[in-house]
T-cell receptor, first 113, second 115 residues
Framework: DAKTTQPPSMDCAEGRAANLPCNHS???????VYWYRQIHSQGPQYIIH???NNETNEMASLIITEDRKSSTLILPHATLRDTAVYYC??????????????FGTGTRLQVFP | GAVVSQHPSWVICKSGTSVKIECRSL??????MFWYRQFPKQSLMLMAT?????????EQGVEKDKFLINHASLTLSTLTVTSAHPEDSSFYIC???????????FGPGTRLLVL
């Protein structure tokens, strides 16, 4: 079973920041938070992951609370092409680990003009 | 990011026939590959984990004799749906983990329609 809770849907105006929350209150010390997104009829796309520090890459920022029980994915300037289902997943991470990803129901983000 | 391909992208077959789907990691070696299935308006469901050179590990409720998985090389895994029936119609997606294992990259998916 998925270990995360996400709102089923969110709207965001184009050009604005999209903040997608995720609760993972039972996360273990060796589990990372991963974010993927799935645009309609495509395979999921990796976005970002982190353990406890905030992370940023060219796609997004990941903010993890100090107690690690929740996190927020931030798309700083949402575009129409960011419309997708966003999945927050926790799994044991780190190098040389190939633990499986268990997908929950995700958040359907709709970016509107 | 790393590139994973799937072939074919879509397939239509008659009930009772077998269908093979290929998953390739194009620019990296994948020690572990995963197969998922996704029904309309539902999330991805993990079917099995395959490690190069060994037998696949199937999730509970997935019939290993119906969904044959072969991972013969570090860049190729295949899923064969044997004796397909209409209820097997779905979107099949593979993913590959890099040798470091930190991240999985997904293929574009294969849409199967069984008539």
């Amino acid at each position: 079973d998925a270990k995360t809770t996400q709102p089923p849907s969110m709207d965001c105006a184009e050009g604005r920041a999209a903040n997608l929350p995720c609760n993972h209150s039972t996360i273990s010390g060796n589990e990372y938070v991963y974010w993927y997104r799935q645009i309609h009829s495509q395979g999921p796309q990796y976005i970002i992951h982190g353990l406890k520090n905030n992370e940023t890459n060219e796609m997004a920022s990941l903010i993890i609370t100090e107690d690690r029980k929740s996190s927020t994915l931030i798309l700083p300037h949402a575009t129409l092409r960011d419309t997708a289902v966003y999945y927050c997943i926790v799994r044991v991470g780190g190098i040389y680990n190939t633990d499986k990803l268990i997908f929950g129901t995700g958040t359907r983000l709709q970016v509107f003009p | 990011g790393a590139v994973v391909s799937q072939h074919p992208s879509w397939v239509i077959c008659k009930s009772g026939t077998s269908v093979k789907i290929e998953c390739r990691s194009l620019d990296f070696q994948a020690t572990t590959m995963f197969w998922y299935r996704q029904f309309p308006k539902q999330s991805l469901m993990l079917m099995a984990t395959s490690n190069e050179g060994s037998k696949a590990t199937y999730e509970q409720g997935v019939e290993k004799d119906k969904f044959l998985i072969n991972h013969a090389s570090l860049t190729l895994s295949t899923l064969t749906v044997t004796s397909a029936h209409p209820e097997d119609s779905s979107f099949y997606i593979c993913s590959a983990a890099t040798s470091l294992g930190e991240t999985q990259y997904f293929g574009p998916g294969t849409r199967l329609l069984v008539l």
